[in-house]
């Protein structure tokens, strides 16, 4: 496993955005990322984990990004995530063994520089789009309404689904049955 810093990874790549979204697609960068890779220059690698955290055992699901480093096949970092939402940059880092399954850790560093370089946060999860009409709340938007992320140009559009309350299974209609309609 490459424990050497990335040079993808350092904080100067990825400039604060001075809490200005972006209106031109130019990529969004966290600042609490920034902060993070500038105060632990040497925690800079990304894994995605084999570990479900919240169910306390090993997982294919692999969905879990982790930003530090591995010593002596004892990860210290954070998750993604706690880094995101942590308040004025006062991270907490955590220390995982091999009992987290550390060794089977896929570390992605490179490909995550590439892709949060183009993406900004956008690359981090669906929830940090920066979409155009932020204000409007989409429960209350009208069905076909359709936002576009200011970063990524990513698309959202609220459609109507229909949905069946029956009796029992026997009013289920079949494939066919919907098929014909």
């Known amino acids: 496993m490459n424990n050497q810093p990335s040079v993808a990874l350092i904080a100067k790549n990825f400039p604060p955005s001075k809490n200005q979204k972006p209106t031109d697609g130019s990529p969004y960068y966290s600042d609490n990322f920034h902060r993070f890779l500038k105060k632990n220059p040497s925690f800079n690698r990304v894994f995605i984990s084999t570990w479900d955290f919240f169910n306390g055992c090993k997982t294919d699901a692999q969905d879990t990004l982790m930003v530090g480093k ?52 956008c690359a981090f999860s669906n929830c940090d789009h920066q979409w155009s009409e932020s204000e409007i709340d989409l429960d209350s938007a009208p069905y076909g309404f359709e936002q576009v992320c200011l970063c990524c140009n990513a698309k959202q559009k609220k459609v109507k689904v229909e949905t069946y309350e029956m009796e029992n299974e026997s009013q289920m209609p079949t494939f066919a049955e919907n098929a014909r309609r």
């Open 70 to 121: 591995i010593i002596d096949g004892e990860f210290i970092g954070a998750t993604l995530l706690k880094i995101r939402c942590t308040h004025r940059g006062q991270f907490q880092m955590n220390s995982y063994d091999n009992n987290f399954d550390v060794d089977n850790w896929i570390d992605v560093t490179d490909d995550f520089a590439i892709k949060y370089k183009a993406l900004g946060r």
